[in-house]
């Protein structure tokens, strides 16, 4: 053997060896077919390569996935691996889950759930007490009162409906309301009086009437509206205003 070829054959193992030493990862990859390390194969379409299953890349090598007790591999994203329906990741380990009494697993299998008529307090489940006319809601979580009970603390009591009232389904406010033709004042309701020249307005807010159009509310009456020369009434019918081409100047009408 010549000494040049000699020197280039040192020179070779020279630097595969510094190659091993700094990124043994390339190595690999170098001396596999095509590019491709141990425990991959090359992607179907386009360039790269994927590794097989029950490896997971680092930089450009496969590594086997450590794969503890109670978990199965999976493609996802991580360390390659989930816990089995019963037991949650902690650390690089599945835990069981210890169910409670009176409790559940989820769907999931990774949490449990408190079953119906208890609700989940620290990691226990405790029965929900329910008081006399109460009953538990759908989710059974909680309860709620009978129609014509409210919430008060603890307990459910009794609404208080006033004559010419009835029972509201709203979870908000005294829980009644006022039959058409009254209004609410405090605990009462009282007949709304509607006077000469209105109709009943059937609203939440004002007194309960309102003046035909052509009049104004004055206390409460309903008295006929006094117009100026060249004005006629308003799209609400209580006010007014001037004729074209007239200006309003305070309580009359001038021409510009």
Known sequence: MSNTLRSSVSFRTLVLLAISTVAPGLLCAQSSVGGVPEHAKAKAYGTGWTCEP??????????????????FLTTAYGDGWEC??????????????????????????????????????AEACTLIEVPPHGYLDAAGDRWQ????YREAGEICVAISVPSNGYLTNSSYGSGWACERGYRAEAADCLAVVVPVNAYYADASLGAGWKCHRGYA????????????DNAHLDYSGSGWDCDRPFRRDRDRCVLP
């Open 54 to 71: 029950g490896y997971r890349r680092v930089v450009q090598t496969c590594v086997a996935i450590e794969l503890p007790a109670n978990a």
């Open 84 to 121: 089995m329906r019963g037991y949650r990741a902690s650390e690089k380990s599945c835990v069981a889950i210890e169910l409670p009494p009176h409790a559940y697993l989820e769907p999931g299998g990774d949490r449990w759930k408190c079953e119906h008529g208890y609700r989940a307090v």
């Open 145 to 148: 009162c009978d129609r014509g």
């Open 217 to 228: 509310d004055v206390g409460k009456e309903c008295v006929p509206m006094q117009l100026p």
